[in-house]
């Protein structure tokens, strides 16, 4: 059974960089089959797709954080991360990873998410 | 960018009723939506993709229909454990450069 698993620090000092590593077992994240991505979710309020990356490395960011986010992906040690830059308050959310089924082109599998609070 | 309007953004049924989400997105997105449900401290969980495909394993109580601009989402008889937020998302093109989410539709027990 597949599983993804976020890690990093839950606090984050204002104007420092956000770091987290989604950890996938059960499967391969070099398959062709799916994409990967991350997701967040303001406490209280909605969730909103930050971007996503092939195993070959190709990105896609949300326009609205493009210029504040880099996801990368490491597929000898099967995982993806995040950074975001210049982190406020604002950013304070769950972080979700989760993989993107490029046949389904949905949202198939979710890690349980992690809580990143930024504030100094 | 694709603008998606969820409404309503709450919701109040009894146990047995028929309830009925909606999704409109700005321009016509062909079938590009997908509908999850998330339960509190959970994360989201997926239903329906590509407007009407049942994912694997969920009930056969949830359905999806639409095409272009209007979507609908629908739980054909309300059940105790199916509270929850509700979530439509749309994605542009294969592979999907942009996904965007509904507001949520948070459905509660009357």
């Known amino acids: 059974q597949l599983q993804l698993q976020e890690s990093g620090p839950g606090l984050v000092k204002p104007s420092e960089t956000l770091s987290l590593t989604c950890t996938v077992s059960?499967?391969?994240?070099?398959?062709?089959?799916?994409?990967w991505g991350w997701i967040r979710q303001p406490p209280g309020k909605g969730l909103e797709w930050i971007g996503s990356?092939?195993?070959?490395?190709?990105?896609y960011y949300n326009p609205s954080l493009k210029s504040r986010v880099t996801i990368s992906v490491d597929t000898s040690k099967n995982q993806f991360s995040l950074k975001l830059s210049s982190v406020t308050a604002a950013d304070t959310a769950v972080y979700y990873c989760?993989?993107?089924?490029?046949?389904?082109?949905?949202?198939?599998?979710w890690g349980q998410g992690t809580l990143v609070t930024v504030s100094s | 960018d694709i603008q998606m309007t969820q409404s309503p953004s709450s919701l109040s049924a009894s146990v047995g009723d028929r309830v009925t989400i909606t999704c409109q997105a700005s321009?016509?997105?062909?079938?590009?939506l997908n509908w999850y449900q998330q339960k509190p401290g959970k994360a989201p969980k997926l239903l329906i993709y590509?407007?009407?495909n049942l994912e694997t394993g969920v009930p056969s109580r949830f359905s999806g229909s639409g095409s272009g601009t209007d979507f609908t989402f629908t739980i054909s008889s309300l059940q105790p454990e199916d509270i929850a937020t509700y979530y439509c998302?749309?994605?542009?093109?294969?592979?999907?450069?942009?996904?965007?989410f509904g507001q949520g539709t948070r459905l509660e027990i009357k």
């Open positions: 998302q749309q994605y542009d093109n294969l592979p999907p450069s942009t996904i965007t």
């Open positions: 990356i092939y195993y070959s490395g190709s990105t």
């Open positions: 059960g499967g391969s994240i070099s398959s062709s089959s799916y994409y």
């Open positions: 590509d407007a009407s």
């Open positions: 989760a993989r993107l089924d490029y046949e389904e082109v949905a949202l198939d599998y």
């Open positions: 321009q016509d997105i062909s079938n590009y």
